[in-house]
């Protein structure tokens, strides 16, 4: 069973024959000020709180060797413990580089989805300049779907296609989601229907897509429709007409 921080603690103390009550109790609060530390490292670099702590006592060594070491050590109690926590340091920083460049990436994707959609570069050289929208909807399992941004640009005969650019993420940075946002259709004046998604870019915990509407006549104002698993939206575009206006 994994050991908590108090737990840690308790185990290196019981080791130390020789040292007062006021001792343990002093060795003990620097343990776990040092496991706390590399928690909230772990932590800001997306690990979940317990998966966090439970690494960051693992980094620190096994506690009977450490109470050994240190009731072997005493009076020089404070130079070991001091070296015990540079050491639990480097292997923390070990840690990082090894194990976190992949849950750092999805923290990141996670992030952009849920407060920066604008940010995603879609790499198209004509997609028109984009109008932020606000259109945001809790799904179930915790997910949400966001239509964030939509543009306009004029085509051959009058008509026109909007890009609406539209972001699903999960609950959290490590939690898969199997992407809702491609299960939304357009209806407009017309009883045509559009459900194509010419991009999309995706990873477990949010997906990118961008829906492109073709053959729009002039202030035409399209209708979202989301129906899938038990929820069921429906949700009218504004689109930028006096951006376009003839």
């Not at 996670?110 to 932020?132: G, I, R």
């Amino acid at each position: 069973m994994s050991q908590t921080p108090d737990t840690y603690g308790k185990t290196v103390c019981a080791c130390l024959r020789y040292a007062t009550a006021k001792e343990k109790t002093a060795v003990q609060a620097e343990l776990e000020a040092h496991i706390e530390d590399h928690t909230e490292a772990l932590l800001a670099a997306g690990y979940d709180a317990g998966h966090a702590q439970r690494l960051a006592v693992e980094a620190m060594g096994d506690p009977q060797d450490v109470g050994q070491a240190l009731n072997e050590a005493f009076p020089r109690r404070w130079w070991v413990l001091s070296r015990l926590a540079a050491f639990a340091l480097v292997a923390s920083v070990v840690l990082l580089v090894l194990y976190l460049p992949a849950p750092i990436g999805q923290a990141h994707n996670y992030y952009q989805a849920k407060y920066d959609p604008m940010s995603f570069d879609w790499h198209l050289d004509t997609l028109p300049e984009l109008v932020p929208l606000d259109f945001q909807y809790d799904l179930p399992g915790g997910s949400t779907l966001f239509l964030y941004a939509v543009g306009l640009a004029e085509g051959e005969a009058g008509a026109y296609t909007a890009y609406l650019c539209a972001v699903d993420y999960s609950g959290g940075p490590f939690q898969p989601i199997d992407h809702p946002v491609q299960r939304l259709s357009f209806t407009w004046e017309t009883e045509a229907s559009y459900a194509y998604i010419p991009m999309g870019e995706g990873c477990g915990c949010r997906y990118f897509a961008l829906y492109q509407l073709q053959e729009l006549p002039f202030g035409a104002h399209p209708v979202a429709h989301f129906d899938y698993n038990g929820t069921r939206f429906d949700a009218e575009i504004p689109l930028p007409w006096e951006e376009v206006s003839p």
